[in-house]
């Protein structure tokens, strides 16, 4: 029996807009795969979670899947975190998502705070139809 891949939404500028699910799933989960563990850290401690982080980002994505793939094939479940929003959206984590469909793991999605969501919401815009082409650049030179 194998474990399951939760993909958590973290909140994208307040930390009260975690969900009660979310902060449930990463207390009961047996790792946290986080973007960056230094930034994780701090939405953990709010909410007293103590649950063992390490490591998921764009540099140890490869190896790291491995490292959790295994883990969930032994049966624990692993929750994937970025730093905020919601993993694999302009964040890390397609590769271990992609593998574990590939391998008949579990994965189910958290829901939470979306910065696209939010953002389209209060633009005033139409929003019947819209088309996400990717966030603009985080330096302005860009």
Do not use: W
Not at 6 to 20: C, K, Q, R, S, W
Not at 23 to 46: C, F, M, P, Q
Not at 89 to 95: N, Q, R, S, V
Not at 97 to 126: D, F, N, Y
Request: with cysteine; net charge neutral.
């Amino acid at each position: 029996m194998t474990g399951t891949l939760h993909v958590v939404a973290t909140p994208i500028g307040n930390l009260e807009d975690m969900t009660y699910r979310a902060v449930r799933i990463l207390g009961e989960v047996a790792l946290i795969a986080a973007e960056d563990t230094r930034h994780s850290r701090k939405l953990l401690a709010h909410y007293g979670i103590t649950t063992h982080l390490v490591s998921y980002h764009d540099h140890n994505e490869k190896e790291r899947t491995e490292q959790l793939l295994l883990r969930l094939k032994q049966g624990e479940n692993i929750a994937l975190i970025s730093d905020a929003g919601t993993p694999c959206i302009a964040d890390p984590g397609f590769m271990l998502v992609h593998r574990c469909h590939l391998e008949q793991i579990p994965v189910v999605a958290i829901p939470g705070a979306s910065a696209l969501i939010a953002g389209l919401s209060i633009a005033g815009l139409p929003t019947e139809r819209f088309r996400f082409l990717g966030f603009l650049p985080a330096k302005a030179a860009a």
